[in-house]
């Protein structure tokens, strides 16, 4: 059995797609099931990841322009029947089973089409539930206040359904990390890990990094994420006088990171059940429109703090907001057990059960 995902990573799109596509590969690669990823190119060095994760891609085509809405129902930067049509033609040169999609800008009428010229069984990975799909799984692992209706006027009934946190796709380091224990010195300063995601945002570190320095009653790692050289020179060049900051780019131990940090700040992307799977609190923004109901929910139900959306946090607001900051608080314990109890690590596991139960129902 082979699976094609198709999915895309780009700056405007960012990494966390691709990382849950290559964490169920991983999981499906353990009983013997191949994947292949079809993907666009609009940066080619971003790709090399596929590849550094030990699997092949077959690009489908280019983005007719490189001015790309921010609107992610126009991140592929073609139409959607075009698209389709190159992923059909992409196909016949390399045999599938199951066709498994993470894209905001794909829906029923790709779908539609793709099944029309080759019937195979599709399953949907989404969190937006904006508009409709015609597939025979649906995947989604947030945290919803509708979360068992959201999607009902938007698949058919005989598509089932993974819905929630228990279905989070992590990689299978952050299990064994959950059951063991970090040792640190109690005398040492706090430790706050800071990332906004794979694709570096020098918005947010024209707002965190001043914050960051001007406060050194804690340790920061950041991770700044991919950045053109001039900028992460910038960033820094704007640390390099504060000891109790650490700055790296990019980094291949996330998760032992998390297990190791107190704390950490960062956005609504897939990491939140990364850091939630590891009991590690932490404190948000939304960097995009698709990230603020999650974030108000999970703020809501006082599982993590929320420090405010892009265009309206300050440098004076982060750095109030760490001095107001104490980890050790009974709040931060009696959370780290909540968000420890919604996600358990073993979603990618059931996620693949589903797969192969959909695939079998189809043959």
């Given at each position: 059995?082979?699976?094609?995902?198709?999915?895309?990573?780009?700056?405007?799109?960012?990494?966390?797609?691709?990382?849950?596509?290559?964490?169920?590969?991983?999981?499906?690669?353990?009983?013997?099931?191949?994947?292949?990823?079809?993907?666009?190119?609009?940066?080619?060095?971003?790709?090399?990841?596929?590849?550094?994760?030990?699997?092949?891609?077959?690009?489908?085509?280019?983005?007719?322009?490189?001015?790309?809405?921010?609107?992610?129902?126009?991140?592929?930067?073609?139409?959607?029947?075009?698209?389709?049509?190159?992923?059909?033609?992409?196909?016949t040169k390399q045999h599938i089973d199951?066709?498994?999609?993470?894209?905001?800008?794909?829906?029923?009428?790709?779908?539609?089409?793709?099944?029309?010229?080759?019937?195979?069984?599709?399953?949907?990975?989404?969190?937006?539930?904006?508009?409709?799909?015609?597939?025979?799984?649906?995947?989604?692992?947030?945290?919803?206040?509708?979360?068992?209706?959201?999607?009902?006027?938007?698949?058919?009934?005989?598509?089932?359904?993974?819905?929630?946190?228990?279905?989070?796709?992590?990689?299978?380091?952050?299990?064994?990390?959950?059951?063991?224990?970090?040792?640190?010195?109690?005398?040492?300063?706090?430790?706050?890990?800071?990332?906004?995601?794979?694709?570096?945002?020098?918005?947010?570190?024209?707002?965190?990094?001043?914050?960051?320095?001007?406060?050194?009653?804690?340790?920061?790692?950041?991770?700044?994420?991919?950045?053109?050289?001039?900028?992460?020179a910038y960033c820094k060049n704007m640390?390099?006088?504060?000891?109790?900051?650490?700055?790296?780019?990019?980094?291949?131990?996330?998760?032992?990171?998390?297990?190791?940090?107190?704390?950490a700040l960062g956005a609504c992307g897939?990491?939140?059940?990364?850091?939630?799977?590891?009991?590690?609190?932490?404190?948000?923004?939304?960097?995009?429109?698709?990230?603020?109901?999650?974030?108000?929910?999970?703020?809501?139900?006082?599982?993590?703090?929320?420090?405010?959306?892009?265009?309206?946090?300050?440098?004076?607001?982060?750095?109030?907001?760490?001095?107001?900051?104490?980890?050790?608080?009974?709040?931060?314990?009696?959370?780290?057990?909540?968000?420890?109890?919604?996600?358990?690590?073993?979603?990618?596991?059931?996620?693949?059960?589903?797969?192969?139960?959909?695939?079998?129902?189809?043959?």
């Amino acid at each position: 059995m082979k699976i094609g995902f198709r999915v895309d990573i780009a700056k405007h799109i960012g990494t966390g797609h691709l990382q849950r596509c290559l964490t169920l590969a991983r999981e499906l690669k353990k009983i013997s099931i191949s994947s292949i990823f079809f993907v666009r190119e609009y940066d080619k060095e971003l790709l090399s990841l596929i590849v550094i994760s030990g699997f092949t891609y077959y690009i489908i085509g280019y983005a007719a322009s490189e001015d790309i809405s921010e609107e992610h129902l126009n991140w592929l930067g073609v139409s959607q029947e075009q698209d389709a049509q190159e992923f059909i033609n992409a196909v016949t040169k390399q045999h599938i089973d199951m066709i498994v999609i993470d894209h905001y800008s794909i829906d029923s009428t790709w779908e539609n089409i793709v099944k029309n010229a080759i019937s195979l069984p599709i399953a949907v990975i989404d969190d937006l539930a904006n508009r409709k799909h015609t597939c025979d799984l649906l995947i989604d692992q947030n945290y919803w206040p509708n979360l068992n209706s959201r999607y009902d006027d938007l698949v058919s009934g005989h598509c089932s359904r993974l819905l929630g946190p228990k279905y989070s796709l992590l990689r299978d380091e952050f299990v064994s990390l959950r059951e063991s224990k970090a040792q640190k010195p109690s005398d040492e300063l706090k430790t706050i890990l800071v990332n906004f995601g794979g694709v570096g945002n020098m918005e947010v570190w024209k707002i965190f990094l001043p914050a960051l320095v001007k406060y050194n009653k804690f340790k920061f790692h950041v991770i700044t994420g991919k950045l053109p050289l001039e900028d992460l020179a910038y960033c820094k060049n704007m640390v390099k006088q504060s000891r109790h900051i650490f700055l790296e780019e990019q980094t291949d131990q996330m998760s032992s990171l998390m297990k190791v940090s107190d704390f950490a700040l960062g956005a609504c992307g897939s990491t939140v059940w990364e850091r939630f799977c590891l009991g590690l609190n932490s404190a948000l923004i939304d960097v995009a429109d698709n990230q603020k109901d999650l974030v108000h929910y999970l703020h809501e139900k006082d599982l993590v703090d929320y420090l405010g959306s892009l265009n309206t946090i300050t440098v004076d607001s982060i750095f109030s907001y760490l001095i107001r900051l104490s980890i050790s608080n009974t709040k931060y314990l009696v959370r780290k057990h909540n968000i420890m109890n919604l996600v358990d690590g073993i979603g990618a596991n059931r996620v693949v059960k589903e797969l192969v139960l959909t695939y079998e129902k189809r043959c």
